[in-house]
């Protein structure tokens, strides 16, 4: 499986993945952007999916689907699935509530497509109220191997790594990611998010000093992110 990154308006990120000469794109508001590659490389877009129904990540969707045969599949139907098939490969479909209702997290391969889920360098926000949930699903996420690569729904790695540093200034592996950025293809590692996001180091004891200081109760790993999302 094959994974292509676009960019559109302030910080999103859209995607193709392929395999063989089918297609799905993700997120896709950069619309003319998919359309051309998709051409240009004899590609059938097989379907039209969003991590997540927010107005940021479908605005693409009219015009992929005016322009191709692809099915569009929502994001609540796709919670009911366990993965759509292109070529001879598999997409799998993981539900991960906590930004939304219906957020999904698309997997293959090494790679997660985590939309607002799982930002590389910090999470989305909780807009449902339900952090219980939405730390089951960053739980899920953690639960891959350390070399999983990480593609988001936004590139908002400056402003996550300011973030970061604040929280804990004395961690060296914070410039060693920034060093590795690239605006023109925005990744991370789990491990790499595991040395430096504080929104997922649930039991590093080295944010303890800052935990502490919300004065906030911190006796489980749930606790302790949730003093820490009380700052995001």
């Not at 590609?43 to 015009?63: A, C, F, Q, S």
């Not at 985590?114 to 989305?124: A, P, R, S």
């Not at 293809?185 to 789990?190: D, E, G, I, Q």
Request: proline residues 4%; aromatic residues 12%.
């Amino acid at each position: 499986m094959n994974i292509r990154q676009f960019r559109y308006g302030d910080s999103n990120l859209a995607y193709l993945v392929f395999s063989g000469s089918q297609a799905a794109a993700i997120d896709g508001g950069a619309a003319d952007e998919i359309l051309g590659f998709v051409e240009d490389n004899s590609l059938e877009l097989k379907y039209v999916l969003n991590t997540h129904e927010h107005w940021d990540h479908i605005p693409g969707n009219g015009r992929l689907l005016k322009e191709s045969e692809a099915e569009f599949i929502s994001p609540s139907k796709l919670c009911e699935m366990e993965y759509l098939s292109l070529a001879a490969e598999e997409l799998k479909i993981f539900p991960t509530p906590g930004h939304t209702d219906d957020s999904i997290v698309f997997g293959f391969d090494d790679c997660l497509i985590t939309g607002d889920t799982l930002f590389n360098g910090t999470v989305g926000n909780c807009y449902t109220k339900d952090y219980e949930n939405y730390f089951s699903s960053l739980c899920r996420i953690l639960e891959f191997p350390p070399e999983t690569r990480i593609f988001a729904g936004h590139d908002l790695v400056d402003y996550a790594l300011a973030v970061a540093a604040e929280i804990d200034p004395e961690n060296a592996s914070i410039a060693d990611y920034a060093a590795g950025y690239s605006a023109d293809f925005v990744v991370s590692t789990l491990a790499m998010e595991l040395a430096v996001n504080p929104f997922i180091r649930f039991g590093d004891s080295s944010l303890d000093n800052f935990r502490n200081g919300l004065e906030m109760p911190l006796g489980t790993p749930y606790r302790r992110w949730r003093a820490m999302m009380s700052v995001h």
